[in-house]
């Protein structure tokens, strides 16, 4: 198999996230649902193999590029979370209650913004589909730089969502958070007219994993782990940033992921220092993933032999 820099780079990341995850599932003694994560793992393989297939048997460069850089994309997602799952539980306090006076000080109090969303049922549901589109975005946007743009920024997408998942996996792993949902009440009235994707039910749920870790994992019932930085604002960031030049897709991204900032604070019950620390973590992810790229300066001569085979 061929496989062009950036994607080996990749590979290595995966594999070094499934050893180690493995190797801290057999020292914690954790269950894992082998069928689960099989059938996850064959969707991204065969995403994987068909590339390979456009690669070296009916050559098409943007068609292999994009159907590995899918591949690659829902491997590691799956390998992330195993990885990070295995991370519990945590070895810090959590620092919800500080970034709480940090959104305090910025004038914002997160039950206040809720019973205020929850004022307006409609626009809160349209906020839970907004939530729930993060991940449809990051497909649709694969499947536009691979086609309409190039491949080189193609990686730089997926460098950067990976670098900026690792990034905030390891600073949740030194400073522990599970959102504002985890540090609040609300009125039940609240809840029963706006239901929350990530409410105190959910932010209860994340502190008792926080405090007694996971025996048994799969990938049915995975749940967000990390509160600071926001991981939803480092994909609504990839989203808008990567297609500024498809206009046709920019526009309504752009208009999509403005209403985001409300669905992340609301539906995804985040404090808005979470916001925050997603920015600055796309920010120095996009770097990152830009300077990896350069110096394997040789994909554009891999595409380029490519082409004529």
Not at 139 to 148: A, C, E, Q, R, T
Request: proline residues 5%.
């Amino acid at each position: 198999m061929l496989f062009l820099p950036a994607e080996r780079f990749i590979l290595t990341i995966i594999a070094t996230l499934l050893l180690f995850g493995g190797i801290l599932i057999v020292v914690k003694g954790v269950e894992i649902d082998f069928a689960g994560y099989a059938g996850l793992a064959s969707i991204g393989i065969s995403s994987l193999a068909l590339g390979q297939y456009y690669r070296l048997f009916r050559p098409d460069i943007r068609i292999s590029a994009t159907l590995t850089a899918a591949g690659l994309f829902l491997i590691f997602s799956m390998a992330g979370s195993i990885f990070n799952y295995m991370l519990l539980p945590i070895r810090f306090a959590p620092i919800d209650a500080y970034l709480s006076r940090i959104d305090a000080a910025f004038g914002f109090d997160w039950p206040t913004f809720v019973m205020w969303i929850a004022a307006y049922p409609l626009f809160g549901d349209l906020l839970r589909l907004v939530y729930f589109s993060s991940l449809p975005q990051l497909v649709l946007v694969i499947l536009v730089l691979g086609f309409f743009v190039d491949i080189a920024t193609l990686h730089r997408f997926l460098l950067t969502g990976i670098i900026g998942a690792l990034l905030s996996i390891l600073c949740w792993s030194f400073f522990p958070s599970f959102g504002a949902s985890s540090v609040y009440e609300l009125p039940q009235t609240v809840l029963q007219a706006m239901p929350i994707a990530v409410g105190p039910a959910y932010g209860a749920e994340l502190v008792r994993l926080g405090q007694e870790g996971i025996s048994y994992l799969t990938p049915r019932n995975v749940l967000g782990l990390i509160g600071f930085p926001s991981f939803h604002t480092v994909m609504a960031c990839m989203s808008v940033c990567f297609v500024t030049r498809i206009r046709f897709v920019f526009w309504p991204l752009a208009a999509v992921n403005l209403v985001m900032v409300p669905a992340i604070l609301v539906q995804g019950g985040h404090h808005l220092s979470d916001v925050f620390g997603g920015v600055a973590i796309f920010c120095i992810a996009y770097v990152l993933a830009g300077n990896v790229l350069r110096q394997k300066n040789t994909v554009a001569v891999e595409v380029a032999s490519l082409a004529v085979k």
